[in-house]
C-alpha cells in the first residue's frame, strides 16, 4: 500500500497543484478588487483657495521664483486626478485666477502664470472664463508693461479670433498702444490700427496709422514702407465704399 506522502498518493498530488490553484485565487481576487475600484465613483477635488501670501513668502524659505514654478506646475496638473480628467470648464477659475495672481507676486518677474492664463486658461471653450483670463492678464499688462506686454498682445487675438469680440480686442489694442515703455515694439502698439481695419473702422484706421507715419517713430525703412502700404490700401478701401 502507497505511503500516503509517496509521490503517487492523493495528498500529494493537491499538494503539488496548491500554488496554481494560490495564483488562480489571487487573480481572481485582483480582478474583483479592481472591478469594485471601476465601480465607486470618482471624488473629484476642488481647487482649494490659496494661502496668504504672507504664507506662501515664509514657505519658500527664500527662493520665490522656485516656489512659483513649483505651484504653477501643481496647478496647471490640477485637472488630472486619479481616475478622473477635468475639463477646464470644470474648474473654479476665481480660484485659478486666485492661484495666479499668488504665482505672479512670489515671481513679478515670471512669465509663466501670464503665459498659462493667456495661451492655456484663456482657449478653454468658455466665454466667462476666457474673458476672466484675458482680464487679469490685462491687469497684470497694466503693473509691468515693459515685460508683460506680449501677454496682451495675445489677449487680443484671443479677443478677435477665438471670441469673435472685436470691441474686446480693441480694449486691449489700445491699452498697449497707449502705453509709454520703450520695450513694447511697435507692431504690439500697432495692433489698434489692424483690428479696426478688421471690422471696418477704415477712417480710424487711417487716421491713426497716418498720424503715426507722421509723428517719425517709425524710423526703420522697411517698416515705414510696409505702413506705406498699408496706409494707401485703407485710402482705396474707403474710396471703394464711398463710390456710388
Known sequence: MAHSDSPHSPTAHWRARLPAFALCGLLVAHGVWRASLDATPVRV????????????????????????????????????????????????????????????????????????????????????????????????????????????????????????????ALVYARQLAREKSANIPNWARQMEIFVLEDIGELTAARILLGGLLDSGQITDPHEARFLAERLAGLEAKEQERHEP
Do not use: N
Not at 495666479?100 to 482657449?123: D, G, H, K, M
Not at 489677449?155 to 477665438?162: K, L, S
Open 45 to 168: 477635488r476642488e481647487i482649494p483657495d490659496p494661502p496668504p501670501q504672507s504664507w506662501l513668502s515664509l514657505a519658500a524659505l527664500g527662493d520665490e521664483v522656485a516656489l512659483s514654478r513649483i505651484l504653477m506646475l501643481w496647478l496647471q496638473a490640477f485637472d488630472t486626478q486619479a481616475g478622473a480628467r477635468l475639463g477646464l470648464r470644470d474648474l473654479d477659475y476665481a480660484r485659478v485666477e486666485a492661484w495666479l495672481r499668488r504665482c505672479l507676486e512670489l515671481a513679478p518677474e515670471a512669465q509663466y502664470p501670464l503665459l498659462a492664463a493667456s495661451r492655456f486658461y484663456a482657449e478653454v471653450p468658455d466665454s466667462a472664463r476666457a474673458r476672466r483670463m484675458l482680464d487679469f492678464v490685462s491687469t497684470a499688462f497694466a503693473e509691468d508693461p515693459a515685460r508683460r506686454w506680449p501677454w496682451l498682445a495675445h489677449a487680443v487675438f484671443v479677443a478677435r479670433h477665438r471670441l469673435k469680440d472685436p470691441a474686446l
